[in-house]
């Protein structure tokens, strides 16, 4: 079993691995220092996403499946990093066994495309004072977005 200790500021990142059978570190980061931005996401997606796992208890005694309500809110996280980075995250966040929650802007919904069911598009309207939502299936909006990027296509040619 091990223990993780996670410190996270505005510049640096810095976590350790310990075991709880020895309490010797088994891995330790004592900066972000060094680290490529790359690198930095990586970093700071995996000790997020291992803490919020450890906090649900779903590696408690080795139960992965554990049946717990564990949701995870995720606001934009995306909107400052590369597709790579972002599809690691969410594949991270999948094999923890945490539900998500994803919040972005349109132009990155393709990122989590392959990770979600449903798409809660969220228009406001033109004066700002009223918005609505629409709840559609990823298939529905694969075919809706396929559509309108034809219809850009004829009106560019046009």
Do not use: C
């Not at 779903?58 to 599809?87: T, W």
């Not at 969410?90 to 990155?108: M, S």
């Not at 979600?116 to 529905?140: A, G, H, M, P």
């Amino acid at each position: 079993m091990k223990r993780l200790a996670i410190l996270i500021g505005e510049v640096a990142i810095a976590g350790m691995v310990t075991s709880l059978v020895t309490d010797s570190a088994i891995w330790t980061r004592s900066s972000s220092g060094g680290l490529s931005g790359g690198q930095k996401a990586k970093l700071a997606f995996t000790i997020l996403a291992s803490a919020i796992a450890y906090q649900y208890g779903l590696y408690h005694q080795g139960n992965r499946e554990g049946k717990s309500f564990r949701l995870v809110m995720i606001d934009e996280a995306f909107s400052k990093s590369d597709e790579k980075n972002s599809r690691y995250a969410l594949e991270l966040f999948k094999n923890l066994n945490l539900q998500l929650i994803v919040v972005t802007p349109k132009d990155k919904i393709y990122v989590a495309e392959s990770s979600v069911k449903t798409i809660y598009l969220v228009q406001n309207s033109e004066k700002l004072d009223d918005s609505s939502v629409r709840t559609i299936s990823i298939l529905e909006y694969s075919k809706l977005r396929e559509e309108m990027n034809k219809q850009r296509e004829i009106t560019h040619v046009q």
